[in-house]
């Protein structure tokens, strides 16, 4: 019989046996956040499981529950605050939900982690989540590795699917890759028949408090998403796995 790959399906003895084997566990940070009228709020975090599932299946690890809220959204990455649905939080809050989680996985006995952030606008407060957890743990002897998947992303893929116009990814919000990847992971998400050629009115290299709306969309997409297709989505899933996959056998001696 197949292993269980989600933590939240193991009754207790059955994951405390995998904790005793030092089998990885990963740890996904999204969000709950508009990505336009063609996509789901829960596209960070629908994108951070597909990736964490196939890289728990290729190392016999296990995912724990995401963290499906995320750091507010930016208008310049995000769209900002204003949509309905986009359900954020703030910096403490998610930083010191970050450092809760890991340090109890990691009273757990669980010494290899794999945070997924699936929400550009996370990083810092991850960073800081595992410090604090780490700062409190000691010296345990655990690893904690951190992966903003779209950085996994080859600059070939990159200039394939966007033939040399690349707008950047703080403007890639809902945008080709978006769209793409969950094409390739939960198609019957993706509502192709709304998709809009969207872009903000005014770009400037600032930022502006409270945001005009002539620099948000009113879509929620900040670039357009023609190029989009489930055939790039499964290559950029394949891609961003196997570098997943990669560095943990480095970094863990799997």
Same mark, same amino acid.
Do not use: C
């Given at each position: $019989?197949?292993?269980?790959?989600? $933590? ?6 059955? #994951?405390?046996?995998?904790v005793r ?8 940070v999204?969000?709950?956040e ?18 964490? +599932?196939?890289?728990?299946? +290729? ?6 529950? =995401?963290?499906? #809220?995320?750091?507010k ?11 309905a649905?986009t ?10 939900q ?13 010494? @290899? ?11 810092? &407060? ?6 604090l ?5 000691? %010296? ?6 951190? &992966? ?13 699917? &966007?033939?040399g ?14 769209? =793409? ?7 019957t ?12 009115? @005014?770009?400037?290299? #600032?930022?502006?408090?409270? %945001? ?6 009113? %879509? ?6 023609? @190029?989009?297709?489930?055939d ?15 560095? $943990?056998?480095?970094? &863990?001696?799997?």
């Open positions: $019989m197949t292993e269980a790959v989600m $933590m939240d399906e193991l009754t207790w003895p059955e #994951y405390q046996e995998r084997n030092g089998i990885p566990v990963f740890l996904v999204g969000s709950t508009q990505h336009g009228p063609h996509l789901p709020l829960g596209t960070d975090v629908f994108q951070g499981l597909a990736i964490a +599932r196939a890289a728990a299946e +290729r190392t016999g690890g296990i995912v724990a529950p =995401s963290l499906a #809220y995320g750091y959204s930016q208008p310049k990455s995000g769209g900002g605050e204003s949509f649905g359900t954020s939080l703030d910096a403490q809050t998610l930083l010191l970050v450092r809760d989680v890991l340090r109890a996985l990691l009273r757990h006995g669980n010494r @290899r982690l794999v945070l997924i952030d699936g929400h550009y606008e996370n990083a810092a &407060f991850i960073a800081e989540g595992i410090d957890a780490l700062r409190e743990n000691g %010296s345990s002897g655990a690893r904690i590795l951190v &992966f903003h998947w779209w950085e996994l992303i080859s600059q070939s893929t990159i200039h394939t699917i &966007f033939e116009n690349f707008p950047g990814w703080a403007l890639e919000h809902a945008a080709v890759v978006e769209t =793409s990847l969950m094409a390739a992971v939960n198609p998400l993706v509502h192709w028949d709304r998709l809009v050629d969207d872009r903000p009115e @005014r770009r400037v290299p #600032y930022e502006i408090f409270p %945001s005009p709306p002539d620099v948000i969309p009113r %879509s929620g997409v900040l670039s357009p998403a023609r @190029r989009a297709s489930a790039h989505g499964r290559r950029i899933l394949i891609e961003v796995v196997e570098d997943v996959v990669k560095a $943990m056998q480095a970094e &863990f001696s799997l």
